[in-house]
T-cell receptor
Framework: NAGVTQTPKFQVLKTGQSMTLQCAQD?????MSWYRQDPGMGLRLIHYSVGAGITDQGEVPNGYNVSRSTTEDFPLRLLSAAPSQTSVYFC????????????FGSGTRLTVV | AQTVTQSQPEMSVQEAETVTLSCTYDTSENNYYLFWYKQPPSRQMILVIRQEAYKQQNATENRFSVNFQKAAKSFSLKISDSQLGDTAMYFCAFMKFTSGTYKYIFGTGTRLKVLA
């Protein structure tokens, strides 16, 4: 089925470890983004990309890196995990205008101990 | 700066009844888009309904409709004939296109429980 695929669904990390959250979409969407969801805070934008080779920072980029080598893939890298990065992470994609809203992945629940 | 406020952290409604979730926003823009997203216990975020600010007619999608009051900066979601499957967290979102990209602001969500 067409959509946004996120892996893994759950992950536990130790403080200081690094990892990559994977995101892939097969809808030829130009725009992709990463959000984190924390209780009582809605969704906050981490990084986004308007097309292959182009990325930019969102509201809460510290501690995260992204790259966009293809239209389909937009991985999120945690460089050195901290307990403050415990959250649910969502990848979302849309056409460049986004007038029709996002398509979201199913999320990754990350716990940093 | 734009803000989106959902003042009802939790609500409940009896099955088959109607419920309205409120959302207000603050902006000086004239052209923008508003969305309601649903997040059921499965965690998947699903677009429920969207509204273009330049359209006066309120959007409707089956049992879901909005009451868009542009002057009051209000964008409430009405769910008619509530079903158990409507139990979810609902997020209101504001979006504008600016400087070659677009900016999304999400509210903090309203948790809706439909009671049998």
């Amino acid at each position: 089925n067409a959509g946004v695929t996120q892996t893994p669904k759950f992950q536990v990390l130790k403080t200081g470890q690094s990892m990559t959250l994977q995101c892939a979409q097969d809808m030829n969407h130009e725009y992709m983004s990463w959000y984190r969801q924390d209780p009582g805070m809605g969704l906050r934008l981490i990084h986004y990309s308007v097309g292959a080779g182009i990325t930019d920072q969102g509201e809460v980029p510290n501690g995260y890196n992204v790259s966009r080598s293809t239209t389909e893939d937009f991985p999120l890298r945690l460089l050195s995990a901290a307990p403050s990065q415990t959250s649910v992470y969502f990848c979302a994609s849309s056409y460049s205008t986004n007038y029709f809203g996002y398509t979201f992945g199913s999320g990754t629940r990350l716990t940093v101990v | 700066a734009q803000t989106v406020t959902q003042s009802q952290p939790e609500m409940s409604v009896q099955e088959a009844e109607t419920v309205t979730l409120s959302c207000t926003y603050d902006t000086s823009e004239n052209n923008y888009y508003l969305f309601w997203y649903k997040q059921p216990p499965s965690r998947q975020m699903i677009l429920v309904i969207r509204q273009e600010a330049y359209k006066q007619q309120n959007a409707t999608e089956n049992r879901f409709s909005v009451n868009f009051q542009k002057a009051a900066k209000s964008f409430s979601l009405k769910i008619s004939d509530s079903q158990l499957g409507d139990t979810a967290m609902y997020f209101c979102a504001f979006m504008k296109f600016t400087s070659g990209t677009y900016k999304y602001i999400f509210g903090t969500g309203t948790r809706l429980k439909v009671l049998a």
